[in-house]
């Protein structure tokens, strides 16, 4: 990471946290944990809060759909690591890895409800362009999405246009598919917070 | 999703408004991504608009320009957050308009 604060400069609670995920998984901590518990009080607990509301909150969109929006979301942002993260967690969510490659592959031919894929649109719209208009809502609206559905999706790119920003500026080290996969289970099991 | 329109509003509240090593102004700052000197201007510039842009050359020279590591860690969170609230806003203020028409 660029800013060895985020690497070593954690307090003992953090660092004991590290000895015990290294234990556990057998993996290196990854960088999302070093930033989201570097001084918690300013950013990682608060955020964590945020992204678990949107991730793990009440909607009509399922755990693996959301978990699909935040890799594409990813993908969209140029983030190799939020990508390879979050659709290790697709996966697992759905059960279904050719529809998580897919749906990154390309959007159109992707093997997906149109709700979804024109949700997927509105986000890749508003994370590339970093605006959207009535028409875009329109839309994602005829495509049948509803309008709780799409204040949902938008909480999802909130958190993870967030995220992906922190790991693209901080240079988080990309992990290996093994650490992507501990943190998949961890993050299906337990959440975000 | 009340309670993420609450958690979003409090880390919001806490980054600007809680205690920091950057000045509040500096945060304010980062966060509309306005009134910044280089080589903080870049680096928040690419925080906001093409974050896969950022090199290792952009936080040496914020390095270099007299900010700690802790300001500058605060500084592009500010950058982050402000520049993902303007876009979600603007994206509810449009479905608001749809929902209203229609």
């Known amino acids: ?23 556990v998984s057998r993996q290196p901590v990854l960088d999302v944990i070093k930033l989201a518990t570097y001084r918690p009080d300013f950013y990682g607990a608060l955020a964590q ?3 678990h509301e949107a991730m793990r909150g009440p909607s009509a969109w399922s755990v693996g759909d959301r978990e699909l929006m935040a890799a594409f979301i990813a993908k969209s942002n140029e983030c190799e690591w939020c990508t390879r993260a979050h659709a290790a967690v697709a996966e697992r969510a759905l059960s279904d890895a050719a529809k998580v490659s897919g749906v990154l592959a390309d959007l159109e031919t992707a093997p997906i409800q149109e709700p979804l894929r024109a949700t997927l649109r509105m986000l890749r719209k508003l994370t590339r362009e970093h605006a959207v208009n009535e028409d875009d809502m329109r839309a994602a609206l005829a495509a049948g999405v509803s309008c709780e559905q799409i204040k949902d999706a ?10 992906a920003r922190l790991a693209n500026a901080f240079g988080f080290a990309l992990a290996s598919p093994k650490a992507f996969e501990a943190g998949s289970k961890y993050l299906l099991t337990r959440g975000y917070r | 999703m009340t309670d993420f329109r609450q958690a979003r509003q409090g880390l919001v509240q806490r980054i600007l408004e809680g205690k920091g090593t950057a000045s509040h102004a500096q945060r304010r700052a980062a966060f509309d991504n ?19 842009r950022v090199t290792e050359e952009d936080i040496t020279a914020a390095l270099a320009s007299g900010l700690t590591e802790d300001q500058i860690f605060e500084l592009v969170v500010c950058a982050a957050v402000g520049q993902v609230t303007r876009e979600y ?4 203020l449009a479905l608001a308009a749809v929902s209203k028409k229609e």
């Open chain 1, 1 to 23: 990471m660029r800013l060895s604060i985020l690497d070593k400069g954690h307090g003992l609670g953090p660092k004991m946290l590290f000895a015990l995920i290294r234990a």
């Open chain 1, 154 to 163: 938008l909480a999802v790119c909130f958190a993870f246009n967030v995220t």
């Open chain 2, 89 to 92: 806003e603007t994206a509810l």
């Open chain 1, 49 to 51: 809060g945020v992204t």
């Open chain 2, 34 to 52: 306005a009134e910044l000197e280089e080589p903080m201007h870049t680096l928040i510039e690419k925080v906001a608009g093409h974050s896969e």
